[in-house]
């Protein structure tokens, strides 16, 4: 039986095995306690939503109950994006939220995200309180008169909608009338991805549609998965293909010809556009492709990098002031809309960027370039992790180097970064180079030292 992950960004673990009713209704309890005893707040509130898994339901009713067993109420959103969950809870002033899904997964897991009252997951510290208070079973419980309320609230879509196309010249993509195919993988994002291609103009074609949960292929929008997708754009000749992951965090973009284009490519089109019109700085993660600076230096403004994990780079964009930044997997973060990745705004930016230039998706892709890169686990208990770590950064004095996560080490070429993972013993390389000679360069010194060890 695989073990129950508890990290930063909450709990992840299997339906009928480790996640089960009674550890989903006690992390809501720690959630809610830590929320009463540390929150200096009189908000009393907590919104859930959850994806399109069939387990959705019963980890809501457990974590409701949970909750309302503190004497806090709970805002049910129903099934919902994870980006529309974030907004409902600032719009409704909460001091929490909780997103019931295990992401990109397959179907037999399910998870549980807590966000605080500014829309983002707990940092490192306060995460680790909230483990604690669950591992204690220090719950702060009520007495039957003062138990929370349950109520229900079904205008996410429409809130959240609204707020991305306060993005984009709605007008200018809908004289277009792009034909666009809509990959939801059965996940929560189909109904509120259609209803806004609907309001740009667009002609969609739905795919995956039915928020059943029950994932029509391997849910991660990497291009092995989306072979069915980029079929249908090349037969149905339409202008591109978008495939949200089940909690609609991250969208992948297929071109006209049926061409998957790549997650990396989702931030940098979106920062093309975001940056031509506002000269503010942009966020993302030391893993994210080169792209990103290459856009940023046409624009003028910096990249700001930080440790991967969509917190710390919606924590930096916040501090640094910056509308746009994200991750190099497909999530896109425009801080106008909220502080969570958001395959919405990244549907919206690519086509406001396609109907101002009036160029295909693949005509901008080209213009933005591209880069080879190679990304790697190797297995690794965690000293040996950090053995790898020093020696690279020794054999490589000459790079430019960024220890905030692991270290990343940029030359002239390219870069390598190389981190220990946070819920596996295995440490992640990821190498972009201009080519693969150059990429396999540095993996072949990087295995060398890895040999050594
Ligand atoms: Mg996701």
Partial sequence: ???????????RGIIGQNLTPTVAAQFASAFGTYLLREQKTEKKTVCIGRDSR????????????????????????????TPGAGIMLTENNCAGGIVITASH???PYNGIKLLLDNGIAPPPA?????????????????????????????NTDSVHIEKVLALVDSKKIAQKKYHVILDSVNGAGGRAGVKLLEKLGCKV??????????????????????????????IKNADLGFAQDPDADRLAVVDHQGNYIGEEYTLALCAKKVLAENKTDTCANLSTSRMIDDVAASAKVKVIRTP???????????????????????????????????????????????AETDLKISELKDSIGSYYMNKTKIPADPENAQKLIQKAIQTFKDAKCDTSDGCRLDFQDGWIHIRTSNTEPVMRIIAETKDKETAEKYLTRIDSIRQEI
């Fill in 54 to 81: 069939p387990s959705g339901q019963m980890i809501f009713s457990a974590v409701a109950a949970g909750l309302t067993a503190c004497g806090l109420d709970v805002i049910d959103l129903g099934i919902v994006t």
């Fill in 126 to 154: 306060t995460a680790e309180k909230i483990k604690q208070i669950y591992n204690q079973k220090e719950f702060i419980l009520t007495e039957s008169t003062k138990c929370g309320k349950i109520l229900k609230n079904d």
């Fill in 105 to 107: 997964n397959p179907t």
């Fill in 1 to 11: 039986m695989s073990k129950l992950i508890i990290s930063i960004s909450g709990v």
């Fill in 308 to 354: 991967v994990g969509e917190a710390n780079v919606a924590k930096a964009m916040i501090e640094n002031n910056c509308l746009i930044g994200g991750e190099g997997n497909g999530g896109v973060i425009d801080l106008r809309v909220g502080p969570i990745r958001d395959s919405l705004v990244a549907m919206a930016h690519i086509l406001g960027l396609m």
């Fill in 205 to 234: 074609t739905k795919m995956n549609y039915q928020p059943t949960g029950l994932f029509a292929h391997t849910p991660e929008p990497i291009k092995e998965n989306l072979t069915e997708l980029a079929e249908q754009v090349k």
